[in-house]
């Protein structure tokens, strides 16, 4: 049988591991910490090695018949030296792009897609004079590695924007105007080496300290909306040339427009109801793309709300058992640290669309 280089050993890449042992294959993680990793648990081998050990690195690649990745920040660089053992995808434009929010942000609206108004900053001066173009109300955040709203600040008339700046630590960020949305959804699509591409349906994302906390799916929101949200999603994976599994985070506006937040070239959080809700996960998704198999269908059999389980919520676990039809998705993770994503549960209702 075939196997699959996971770069990456967390949550999704134990759940894309799951999906390609379900089609035959096996999978073989690469991460610093794999060790008892998510991943690492449910695949056939694990190598624990940093993301610039070029000898590890090849034999990993060598190992394997098609490399991918549940982080979209492994070094460039990483990903061009596994590209002379193995086929790597997404590719290194692809993470260039996703790695750095300016990069995104101008590629984005290179498509003529909008996104929040915003400026490139590198000190405290260059943003307060961004807080005085765009407006009072801004996110300040670190161009590279944020993640769960994490390397953030919100900036206001009552927030000194020097303040703003020395609290993110960092040489690079960006100030984006604050968007007053209706909602918050995101759409992920699959695209293969042939150009063939699915995408589900958006879905409305609700956030609870910076950190996802329901989905549902599919979003309830006007069926133009829907259908732009799509639409800027597939253009998106497109242009980048994607083989895999792209996730676009958008703003709705009030009157029904979307803008573009951020994306990530992986399966993603508000995906996971797919597991449960489709005839072919994000995850089952990512396999056939990076393997060259035909993509899956993406039909709803059900609407769905997936609900994180974050730190001590994970204790719940009895409950949700024995909650009919809950469906309940732990990683194995040991310690439930306030923050960290410990499972999910998916609830199935009639669908209504
Ligand atoms: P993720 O965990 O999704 O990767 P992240 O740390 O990369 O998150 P963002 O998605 O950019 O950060 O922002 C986190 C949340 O903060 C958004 O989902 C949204 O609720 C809010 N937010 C971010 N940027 C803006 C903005 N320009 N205007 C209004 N709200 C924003
Ligand atoms: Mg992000
Ligand atoms: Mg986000």
Request: proline share 5%; with cysteine.
């Amino acid at each position: 049988g075939a196997t699959i280089g996971m770069l990456g050993a967390g949550q999704l890449g134990r759940m894309t591991a799951l999906a390609a042992a379900q089609l035959g294959y096996k999978t073989h993680v690469y991460a610093p910490d794999a060790a008892d990793s998510p991943a690492a648990q449910v695949s056939a081998a694990a190598t624990i090695a940093g993301w610039d050990d070029l000898d590890a690195l090849e034999r990993f690649a060598r190992s394997v018949d098609a490399v991918t990745l549940e982080w979209e920040n492994v070094p460039v660089a990483t990903v061009e030296h596994l590209r002379r053992f193995a086929t790597v995808n997404p590719g290194p434009n692809v993470l260039a792009v996703a790695q750095d929010r300016v990069a995104e942000k101008s590629f984005v609206n290179g498509l003529g897609i909008g996104t929040a108004p915003w400026r490139a900053a590198h000190s405290a001066a260059e943003v307060a004079a961004a807080v005085a173009e765009i407006g009072p109300r801004c996110v300040l955040k670190s161009t590279r590695l944020g993640y769960d709203g994490k390397g953030q600040a919100r900036i206001d008339a009552t927030v000194d924007p020097a303040q703003a700046w020395e609290s993110i630590k960092t040489s690079a960020a960006i100030v984006e105007g604050f968007v007053t949305f209706a909602c918050e959804v995101s759409v992920i699509v699959a695209r293969g080496g042939d150009g063939a591409m699915v995408a589900y349906p958006a879905v409305e994302n609700r956030h609870k300290d910076g950190i996802l906390d329901v989905t549902i799916a599919p979003a309830k929101i006007a069926p133009a909306t829907l259908a732009e949200a799509e639409r800027v999603a597939r253009r998106i994976a497109e242009a980048l040339d994607l083989i895999g599994v792209l996730a676009v985070e958008l703003f709705v506006t009030p009157d029904g427009g979307v803008l573009v937040n951020e994306m990530a070239p992986r399966p993603h959080n508000s995906g996971h109801w797919t597991m449960d809700a489709c005839a072919s996960s994000q995850f089952e998704q990512l396999v056939r793309a990076v393997c060259g198999l035909p993509l899956g269908s993406v039909e709803r059999v059900a609407d769905a709300e997936m609900t994180n389980l974050i730190g001590d919520d994970v204790l719940q676990w009895p409950a949700l058992l024995a909650e009919p039809g809950a469906r309940l998705h732990l990683y194995g993770k040991a310690e439930a640290r306030p923050g960290r994503k410990m499972g999910h549960v998916t609830r199935l209702f009639p669908k209504t669309s």
